[in-house]
């Protein structure tokens, strides 16, 4: 015999909410390509784009390649690769900075 919310407030009990049930992987995912587009793994992105999986995650890590997480496993939208791959990149290596000492004998040397 279950007692209502009412009953309870009369004999001074707490009333505990319902809690929602948890979504399911399946529905969350199902919700996630709802909201961003077709959902793609990292590992299919790698074998598309000519990279290895460890290049992937550090696009994701530096966050260059937007990701979502659903149930512990991340997943990209299509959308966000397809702007990854459309961004302009300078080839090459990145510039090297001048160390402080040269920049200061450069100073008194003109």
Not at 76 to 82: D, K, Q, V
Not at 101 to 109: D, H, Q, T
Request: glycine content about 6%; proline content about 7%.
């Amino acid at each position: 015999m279950e007692a209502s919310a009412e009953q309870a407030e009369f004999f001074g009990f707490p009333v505990i909410a319902e809690q929602a049930k948890p979504k399911s992987a399946l529905r969350q995912y199902i919700d996630a390509s709802e909201k961003h587009g077709p959902l793609v793994a990292p590992a299919m992105i790698a074998a598309a784009i000519g990279v290895s999986r460890q290049r992937v995650w550090q696009f994701i890590n530096e966050g260059r390649l937007p990701s979502i997480v659903i149930c512990g496993d991340r997943w990209i939208p299509a959308t966000s690769l397809e702007m990854f791959l459309t961004e302009e990149r300078r080839l090459g290596r990145p510039c090297k900075q001048p160390k402080f000492s040269k920049l200061f004998r450069a100073a008194f040397e003109k």
